[in-house]
Nanobody, 121 residues
Framework: VQLQASGGGLVQAGGSLRLSCAAS????????MGWFRQGPGKEREFVAGIGWSGGITHYADSVKGRFAISRDNAKKMVYLQMNGLRPEDTAVYYC???????????????WGQGTLVTVSS
């Protein structure tokens, strides 16, 4: 599976962005998907995950109620709707594909190249 993340940019605090992740290659619907992020000087961390059918989602506590992950298997796309953005959400955001929509990065076999989100105060 090849993954291409897009949709990042500069936004003011309180604003919204929608990240997209386009997949190609093997059967996309076989994979659970996740979004991770790496902020300046920080380790990469889990943001959100979604099961292969889209029926199960889970989130990091820091984004619950503000971010929403979704997928469209027909289009081979995964999305991350981000609302109420905060300066601490500034990071490079990565999409990933794996067999389990886990917060554990080791459970993901394929990674996109990342898209930068910058939130100004």
């Amino acid at each position: 599976v090849q993954l291409q993340a897009s949709g990042g940019g500069l936004v003011q605090a309180g604003g919204s962005l929608r990240l997209s992740c386009a997949a190609s290659g093997r059967t996309f619907s076989n994979y659970d998907m996740g979004w991770f992020r790496q902020g300046p000087g920080k380790e990469r961390e889990f943001v959100a995950g979604i099961g292969w059918s889209g029926g199960i989602t889970h989130y990091a506590d820091s984004v619950k109620g503000r971010f929403a992950i979704s997928r469209d298997n027909a289009k081979k796309m995964v999305y991350l709707q981000m609302n109420g953005l905060r300066p601490e959400d500034t990071a490079v955001y990565y999409c990933a594909a794996g067999t389990v929509a886990s917060a554990n990065q080791d459970r993901y076999s394929y990674w996109g190249q990342g898209t930068l989100v910058t939130v100004s105060s």
